[in-house]
């Protein structure tokens, strides 16, 4: 947890774990086509920046729940790869026991408290969870991370209220990648629409910026768990980013055409790796071999991840009987 | 109206002023509140002047108001909020004045609650009580009135119960309080206003059962929920008279009915009714029917009957509410045909019953 003023360690730290978690999202990408990973994947690539900017103001003991697309979430709130990776594979040891699969990932032992796969669906469990740090009078926050199409659902102003009138301590954190699956923005809302309008009129702190930018993701993270933290308030936290793989799979489906050459040619000379290394190298710091040195380690890590994945047992149908009932 | 008042706390606590149904569901608040401080109570107008019919009475002045609370319109976020809370280390319990309502929070009930534990292989249960009341009755009409039990007992994860007697009510409710699973709790309203003076109140919840046998009897087996196992009871007591022995299971565990005891009970009396007050299409009744069958195809005498509702909506109008709801009349009926006699006088009889039997609901809502 950092609360002090962003410095160069700061930069590295967030390099380092951008450039880690695409490592990994990499790997999955391209092992994927060998069809083992029997689940719907939905990557980061792109968009690992908002991810690590706001877990790097955040302590094991404070909480976030994701949606999704919530490998770089997870990751980057510190959980376990290899279950993580031995869920993908529908493993028994995989973080939720081989029944949830890549759109349903928890690691309670790192505050990651679950991330589901309705759109929408944790933004109000994220306030429970809140008003239970509220009720305990625990330090500790709560992020709740999601797209800008779960804006678009009813429960995301349910939930706006509800943090206002009890002040939790809940960050709304939406990445706004511009599509929800091949839908742009235009059929969606309106250009009048501003997402931090909508909090702000509930009375909530707000604030935009983006999420490819390591200092303005820094520094809005920074700001945003200060406010929360301090002033016991709901805070949301508006990051646009792009994803580089289709919506769902490990392809790229740029040629299909929902996304303008102009677009992704825009966002691709501003990615958030690219435009991290920029930053530290002002700072006087070479990242080529930081970078070098991540990837290689990220490597072994995700070796043994995949090894332990695929030798570990199935779950047979009776254990998923036995999680019908606590 | 026969309601606890905010200053009748103390007289709670004495076992005093527990008059009926809705009294025994506010003594069951109170003593889950009062032996763990983790349940919270909340819901629209938990707090205001009526408190959910009385049920929640007295609770906020008790417990204050970080434990019980009056909600935003939001019946999504606010079930996802008691998600939130239960998977944190609270027993929340939110309450619906109406089942239909509960109809807005479907994606927290049904992809929320009653998933967590399973979707995340067993880690994390959801310690969650529902409550939702069915408001049949003074022209509540089509959307304010629905029995939509059999829906949410098809879903894995949830328990669903659904009580008949104010003791059963009390005591349910303590246990799904209790239980460390998402717990839909059904109360027919027409239940409040019967009578119980709080006897038997207790300091530790017993573990959800199954089902009860409220009426014994060897001619015909009634297996029933809620008001239905009170108009059977009823039913049971008016038929000894003709010596027919009624023997009715209160099957109050709508998805974990004991289905050992029906079967049993069945291939004593060779002939089942099942009484459910909800559309009778994919109706419990239906179920309990289909897992009787193949167990005792051979002692049935006669094809398994079921009472419920049409399978239309009810009309707001007192005329067309008189024939769409069943009674204890109905119930007896039913029995007099399935058994292929006729009760002589039957009708002075339930027409006795009628004017001695309580007024159950006279609105405005
Ligand atoms: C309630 C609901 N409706 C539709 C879907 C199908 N769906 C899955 S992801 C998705 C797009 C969501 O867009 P956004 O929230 O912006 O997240 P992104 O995929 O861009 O990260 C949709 C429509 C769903 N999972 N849940
Ligand atoms: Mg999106």
């Known amino acids: 947890m950092k609360q002090e003023p962003i410095t160069i360690e700061d930069f590295k730290e967030f390099f380092s774990k951008i450039v880690r978690i695409r490592t990994i999202e990499q790997a999955i990408a391209e092992r994927y086509h060998a069809q083992e990973m029997k689940c719907p994947m939905h990557l980061s690539i792109g968009q690992e920046g908002p991810a690590v900017a706001i877990s790097m103001q955040l302590n094991a003991s404070d909480k976030m729940l994701s949606t999704h697309r919530s490998h770089a979430h997870y990751l980057a709130k510190g959980g376990n790869l290899t279950m993580m990776i031995s869920e993908f594979f529908g493993r028994e040891t995989g973080c939720s026991g081989g029944m949830g699969g890549s759109m349903h990932l928890i690691d309670k032992s790192c505050g990651f408290e679950g991330a589901t796969a309705i759109v929408g669906n944790t933004i109000p469990i994220a306030a429970g969870v809140a008003l239970s740090q509220k009720l305990s009078k625990s330090k500790n926050i709560t992020v709740v991370c999601f797209g800008e199409g779960a804006t678009e659902e009813g429960v995301f102003s349910e939930t706006l209220n509800i943090a206002s009138v009890k002040n939790l301590p809940l960050i709304f954190f939406v990445e706004n990648n511009s599509y929800s699956v091949y839908s742009p923005l235009a059929p969606r809302q309106s250009i009048n629409r501003h997402i931090t309008k909508i909090s702000e009129a509930h009375g909530i702190k707000s604030l935009k910026g983006n999420g490819n930018n390591i200092e303005e993701a820094l520094a809005i993270s920074l700001e945003a768990t200060t406010y929360v933290r301090e002033k016991r308030k709901p805070c949301l936290i508006e990051l646009e980013t792009y994803r580089y793989l289709e919506h769902c799979g490990p392809n790229n489906d740029d040629h299909i055409g929902y996304r303008t050459k102009k677009e992704i040619d825009f966002w691709k000379s501003y990615d958030v790796i690219a435009n991290a290394k920029k930053a530290i190298k002002e700072l006087g710091v070479s990242p080529d071999s930081l970078e070098k040195l991540i990837q290689e380690n990220t490597k072994e890590e995700i070796d043994n991840a995949f090894r332990e994945a695929t030798l570990a047992p199935f779950p047979k149908i009776e254990r998923s009987i036995s999680y019908e009932y606590a | ?365």
């Open chain 2, 1 to 365: 109206m026969n309601m606890l008042n905010k200053n009748s706390v103390k007289e709670l606590k004495q076992n005093k002023r527990i008059n009926n149904f809705a009294d025994g569901i506010a003594a069951a608040f109170f003593d889950s509140m009062r032996y763990d401080p983790t349940v919270l109570a909340f819901g629209l107008g938990a707090t205001d002047p009526k408190n959910i019919f009385g049920t929640m009475a007295g609770l906020e002045d008790e417990f204050g108001n970080e434990r019980v609370f009056d909600t935003p319109i939001s019946e999504n976020a606010m079930t996802g909020m008691a998600i939130g809370l239960a998977i944190s280390g609270y027993k929340p319990v939110l309450t619906h004045q109406r089942l239909d309502f509960s109809l807005l929070s479907i994606d927290q009930i049904v992809n929320a609650a009653a998933k967590w534990y399973f979707m995340f292989g067993g880690q994390q249960s959801v310690p969650l009580v529902i409550r939702m009341i069915i408001g049949q009755g003074w022209g509540q009409g089509p959307t304010h009135s629905q029995a939509l039990q059999s829906w949410f007992a098809q879903i894995p994860g949830l328990k669903v119960i659904m009580p008949a007697f104010p003791k059963d009510g009390y005591n349910l409710f303590r246990s799904s309080i209790a239980d460390p699973n998402p717990v839909i709790f059904i109360e027919h309203r027409w239940l409040h206003q019967m009578s119980w003076n709080g006897e038997g109140r207790v300091v530790s919840p017993t573990q959800l059962g199954k089902s009860n046998q409220i009426s014994t009897g060897s001619d015909i087996t009634i297996v029933s929920n809620s008001i239905g196992s009170v108009y059977s009871h009823h039913a049971a007591n008016i038929l000894k008279k003709y010596n027919v022995g009624v023997e009715v299971i209160d099957a109050f565990n709508l998805r974990d009915f004991d289905i050992n005891s029906i079967s049993k009970s069945v291939a004593k009396t060779g002939r089942l009714l099942t009484v459910d007050f909800s559309h009778q299409f994919c109706s419990i009744g239906t179920e309990i029917i289909a897992q009787v069958l193949p167990l005792n195809f051979a002692d049935l005498k006669i094809a398994p009957e079921r009472i419920a509702l049409p399978n239309f909506p009810v009309g707001t109008s007192f005329n067309i509410e008189k024939d769409f709801y069943f009674s204890t009349i109905d119930i007896c009926k039913k029995i007099e045909s399935m058994l292929n006699v006729t009760f002589p006088n039957i009708d002075d009889e339930l027409k006795e019953y009628q004017s001695s039997s309580k007024k159950r609901f006279d609105g405005p809502f």
